[in-house]
């Protein structure tokens, strides 16, 4: 692929989905000005880092939740008479 545009038409190739675009509708990225992505294909990539970035913070939480179920249960305060049936509670409505 090539950064120069078309020089009949004026317009160059998204480097994501390979359309040819009009060379001011692309978004040329930082460190490699080469590279021109359309706007249709930079919204697509927004919304898939917005999920890479929702999977990475359900899996730390899944994580800390797990952590402190397993220190709860070392210490074993959900025997206890008070706060066992309230950690208990909490356990059951978790999402993991
Ligand atoms: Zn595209």
């Known amino acids: ?6 020089a009949a038409t004026g ?6 989905c390979g359309r040819e675009t009009a060379e ?17 294909c930079v919204h697509f990539l927004r ?4 999920d890479l970035q929702a999977t990475a913070m359900r ?6 939740a797990e952590s402190a179920r397993r220190e709860v249960m070392a210490r074993g305060w959900h025997d206890r008479p008070v706060i066992g049936p309230v950690l208990r509670w909490i356990n059951q409505r978790l999402p993991w």
């Open 24 to 40: 001011d509708a692309l978004v040329r990225l930082g460190s490699h000005p080469e590279v021109g992505i359309c706007v249709n």
């Open 47 to 50: 919304r898939k880092a917005r």
């Open 59 to 64: 899996q730390r939480l899944r994580g800390a």
């Open 11 to 16: 317009e160059s190739r998204c480097w994501c």
């Open 1 to 6: 692929m090539t950064a120069d545009p078309d």
